[in-house]
């Protein structure tokens, strides 16, 4: 039997690059469950971008906006969610995304995310010269707490339809045991 009184949101870790928005927006219209980006929500809730926050408020206020976006995943009804690469970093985000429903973590290299963000300019931290370097970085610094994700989707070279498929099904999989 499932838990009613508990959110069922499908929950997307992973770093700048890994295609949390994109394979969200997939596996939210197989499933037909809204598509949720956590740094919309706080985009939205602040009136500026993510650039913005970072350069005027600093990394921390931006974090702190975060964690409220993903405490506010207990509220509101389910959904496919795609997390800010940097939603890992907290233990009380964990609390929170482990309450609000099951957390799958697209796995992808640095070389493979340096490719995929190659044009973006949204994205503060990976402002500056090289590129796959801080990806690099970024990834090694971060695997622990990526490592906590119950589930892994390795991305490869697989297209977005691929692995938003594979996602769903193990959503419906673990919807169904409850
Ligand atoms: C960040 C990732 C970004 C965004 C912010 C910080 C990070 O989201 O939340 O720039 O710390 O990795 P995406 O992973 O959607 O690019």
Known sequence: MSDLSWPHHLILVGPMGAGKSSVGRTAAALLRLPFVDTDHLIENASGRSVTQIFAECGEEAFRNAETVALQRLLFIPDSVVATGGGAVLR????EYMNAAGLVIRL???AE???RRTAYDVNRPLLAGEDRLERLRQILEERESWYARAPLVLDVGHRGVPDVAQE???IYQQWRGTL
């Open 107 to 109: 796995l992808v290299t």
């Open 112 to 114: 493979e995310a340096a």
């Open 167 to 169: 996602a769903v099904s």
């Open 91 to 94: 233990e009380q985000n964990w």
